[in-house]
């Protein structure tokens, strides 16, 4: 076993410390209460290569491996959850969707679009009936001669009115799992709406939308992968998605770590610096564990996958160790900051509104524990 990284990895990860240091971390408390990121960014992570990780560099993308792609969402995580997102789904979700599953010309039309940032990729699952229960959707794809039409809602769609791409699950054949089937669909297709939700607790600066499409329709070759896989996509989607979403998790806990702890020193109560103190030194610690414990859980999913191996359980179990961690991190560097912790003037409070998603979705921290109880026992407590 190495625990080392390498060289090109301990590069990649002062290269993305240095660039989300200086067009992240500046902006991020600005884009919060503006509920909106400044659209450049994406642009510019384009431009860095960092929306092409894992592609190989024949369709745009700068190669690399699962954990050079942990590295860059970890410090995408500790400067701005809203930009990780947009990482997560274009790239994670979405980019490295099509390199598995699409066809030589679907990897051709999209993915050097997807790799430069001039286009941005969202993955629609989540409808309002079917959250957890993702398997039963109802969104409708129905012959039209050649074509497919495409019908339903879909909701907290992430990027949803920004991109320019959706993968949309749809119904095309029975009830359950097995009758779904995937598209790529251009969003300034006929029918397709777009409308963005406001009001989020946190990640406020991502553009997270309702999708409804009404008759939407696409060629044959539009289809993403096999009539009926759709779900087995989904799924190999989010599976690999918790590893990305639990580095991100693991960024979000390592920065309240930093904040807290230059705080506790500069801080002076009862005539000395508040990391003085036993109970502060403890708030700290207990984040300290949660960190390393969350990389190692989310470096160990990044070895399977690169090693070919199955990863699906501890991809489970990084995304629950690691969400539940960040929540907990934000609330202990809150009760570091004191009373100054509960205003954005300070980055404890937006890492908590940040964190508190990362339990719910790409699977809540309850459907984790039944994907772990369910490879523990071999028996299904879904329904
Ligand atoms: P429900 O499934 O209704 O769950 C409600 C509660 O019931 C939860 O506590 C859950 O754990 C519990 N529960 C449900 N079933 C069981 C069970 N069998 N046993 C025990 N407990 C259970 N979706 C996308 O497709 N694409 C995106 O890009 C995307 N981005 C998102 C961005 C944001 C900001 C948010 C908030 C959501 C996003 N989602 C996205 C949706 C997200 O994945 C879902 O919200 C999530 O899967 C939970 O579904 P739900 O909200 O319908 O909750």
Same mark, same amino acid.
């Given at each position: 076993m190495d625990f080392e990284l390498g060289e090109s990895q301990r590069e990649l990860r002062e290269l993305a410390r240095a660039w989300v240091d200086k067009e992240v971390v500046p902006h991020a408390a600005a884009w919060d209460r503006a509920e909106?990121?400044?659209?450049?960014i994406v642009g510019k992570l384009g431009e860095m290569g960092f929306l092409g990780i894992e592609i190989p560099e024949e369709y745009g993308g700068s190669g690399g491996t699962a954990l050079d792609y942990c590295l860059l969402l970890e410090e995408l995580g500790r400067g701005d959850s809203s930009v990780r997102g947009i990482v997560s789904v274009s790239l994670g979700l979405v980019g490295k969707t099509i390199k598995t599953y699409g066809t030589a010309e679907q990897k051709r039309e999209w993915l050097p679009r997807l790799c430069s940032g001039e286009s941005l990729g969202c993955f629609g699952l989540t409808e309002p009936g079917t959250g957890s229960d993702a398997g039963n959707l109802t969104a409708k794809a129905v012959r039209g001669g050649d074509d497919w039409l495409l019908s339903g809602t879909k909701i907290f769609i992430t990027n949803g009115t920004w991109a320019d791409v959706a993968i949309i699950f749809a119904r095309s054949g029975g009830p359950g799992p097995k009758g779904v089937t995937a598209f790529l669909v251009p969003t300034d297709a006929p029918g397709f709406q777009r409308t963005e939700i406001k +009001?989020?607790? $946190?990640?406020?600066g991502q553009a997270t939308a309702e999708l409804v499409l009404d008759g939407v329709r696409v060629p044959d070759?539009?289809?993403? +992968?096999?009539? $009926?896989?759709g779900f087995k996509i989904a799924m190999a989607a989010l599976d690999k998605g918790r590893m990305g979403v639990a580095a991100g998790c693991v960024g979000v806990a390592r920065g309240c770590l930093e904040a807290a702890v230059k705080y506790a020193r500069e801080r002076e109560q009862f005539g000395k610096?508040?990391?003085?103190?036993q109970l502060v030194q403890e708030l700290l610690a207990d984040i300290a564990v949660d960190v390393e414990a969350a990389r190692l859980l989310t470096w160990r999913v990044a070895d399977l996958v690169e090693r070919g191996k199955p990863f699906g359980t501890e991809a489970s179990v990084a995304k629950l160790f690691a969400s539940e961690a960040a929540v907990k991190a934000a609330n202990n560097a809150i009760q570091v900051f004191g009373?100054?912790?509960?205003?954005?003037?300070?980055?404890a409070a937006k890492y908590l509104r940040d964190a508190r998603v990362l339990t719910l979705y790409e699977g809540t921290s309850q459907i984790q524990k039944l994907l772990i109880g369910r490879a523990l026992t071999g028996v299904n407590a879904f329904v």
């Amino acid at each position: 076993m190495d625990f080392e990284l390498g060289e090109s990895q301990r590069e990649l990860r002062e290269l993305a410390r240095a660039w989300v240091d200086k067009e992240v971390v500046p902006h991020a408390a600005a884009w919060d209460r503006a509920e909106s990121v400044d659209t450049a960014i994406v642009g510019k992570l384009g431009e860095m290569g960092f929306l092409g990780i894992e592609i190989p560099e024949e369709y745009g993308g700068s190669g690399g491996t699962a954990l050079d792609y942990c590295l860059l969402l970890e410090e995408l995580g500790r400067g701005d959850s809203s930009v990780r997102g947009i990482v997560s789904v274009s790239l994670g979700l979405v980019g490295k969707t099509i390199k598995t599953y699409g066809t030589a010309e679907q990897k051709r039309e999209w993915l050097p679009r997807l790799c430069s940032g001039e286009s941005l990729g969202c993955f629609g699952l989540t409808e309002p009936g079917t959250g957890s229960d993702a398997g039963n959707l109802t969104a409708k794809a129905v012959r039209g001669g050649d074509d497919w039409l495409l019908s339903g809602t879909k909701i907290f769609i992430t990027n949803g009115t920004w991109a320019d791409v959706a993968i949309i699950f749809a119904r095309s054949g029975g009830p359950g799992p097995k009758g779904v089937t995937a598209f790529l669909v251009p969003t300034d297709a006929p029918g397709f709406q777009r409308t963005e939700i406001k +009001g989020k607790l $946190g990640l406020r600066g991502q553009a997270t939308a309702e999708l409804v499409l009404d008759g939407v329709r696409v060629p044959d070759t539009a289809r993403l +992968g096999d009539e $009926g896989q759709g779900f087995k996509i989904a799924m190999a989607a989010l599976d690999k998605g918790r590893m990305g979403v639990a580095a991100g998790c693991v960024g979000v806990a390592r920065g309240c770590l930093e904040a807290a702890v230059k705080y506790a020193r500069e801080r002076e109560q009862f005539g000395k610096p508040i990391a003085s103190y036993q109970l502060v030194q403890e708030l700290l610690a207990d984040i300290a564990v949660d960190v390393e414990a969350a990389r190692l859980l989310t470096w160990r999913v990044a070895d399977l996958v690169e090693r070919g191996k199955p990863f699906g359980t501890e991809a489970s179990v990084a995304k629950l160790f690691a969400s539940e961690a960040a929540v907990k991190a934000a609330n202990n560097a809150i009760q570091v900051f004191g009373g100054y912790g509960y205003i954005d003037e300070f980055p404890a409070a937006k890492y908590l509104r940040d964190a508190r998603v990362l339990t719910l979705y790409e699977g809540t921290s309850q459907i984790q524990k039944l994907l772990i109880g369910r490879a523990l026992t071999g028996v299904n407590a879904f329904v």
